[in-house]
């Protein structure tokens, strides 16, 4: 079952085969994840295997693929998929518990990034991120909300995706291999969030856009989980600072 989680999760690239920008399809690939997740949290046991190399390395190869896409892509909706098989290759560098909470925060966040798609749609009526700039002059809730929700997927303190890994980098003794999958993700990640951040919050609003901004509500609701991460995250450094 644990095998059957991991390629659910994405150490295999069975998105290709759904691979669209459209929210519905998008749903779809986040509930196959999740369902993969479970599945890892009732069976975390993975046995040693001399498949165990070969399915890290595709995991990795994976992870480098989802990356080339990302970067050919400017619609948000694909890119917040892609940031959960980018990380899928964690698994096999973390310990059981930090894995879980690591994957489980890149969820959330990735989730949230695809909530943000779906108002980008409603709003600009693309989830193409490209020509949207100036989102913090123009809708600052829905720009302060994408800011901090790139920030917890590209490993910025405080959020817990940045510390369940860093804790991982100082618990495992680990091999070159798996310090090379560490550093990888490290660097992936905040590429892949930097960009999208350094072209639509910041620079002059695009004239041709009617901009508007997401309600109070949306906002809170949006907060409140960013706070969960960063809540999640402190409790990882207090873990640290234990040792």
Known sequence: MVYLAIVLMGALPYYMLVKS???????????????????????????????NILLELTAFATSLLTFYLSYKTTNLTKLSYYFLFLNAVSMFVLPNHLFSVYYLSVLGASFLLYTISIKYIEIFESANFYNVKGLALKSPKLAL????????????????????????????RAGTL???????????????????????????????IVYKD????????????????????????LEALSW
């Open 21 to 51: 920008s459209k929210p519905k399809n998008a749903l779809i690939i986040f509930s196959i994840s999740a369902i993969g997740f479970l599945i890892y949290s009732l069976f975390p046991y993975l046995p040693k295997s001399s498949y």
């Open 145 to 172: 909300i994408l800011r901090l929700t790139l920030m917890a997927l590209g490993l910025y303190p405080p959020f817990s995706n940045f510390f369940s890994l860093f804790l991982g980098v100082l618990k495992e």
């Open 214 to 237: 997401i309600s109070g509500k949306t906002a809170i609701a949006m907060t409140f989980l960013l706070l969960v991460l960063a809540v999640i995250g402190f409790s990882n450094l």
């Open 178 to 208: 798996n310090y090379i999958i560490f550093g990888w993700i490290f660097f992936a990640n905040f590429f892949m969030a930097f960009r999208i951040m350094k072209n639509t919050i910041f620079g002059a609003p695009n004239e041709n």
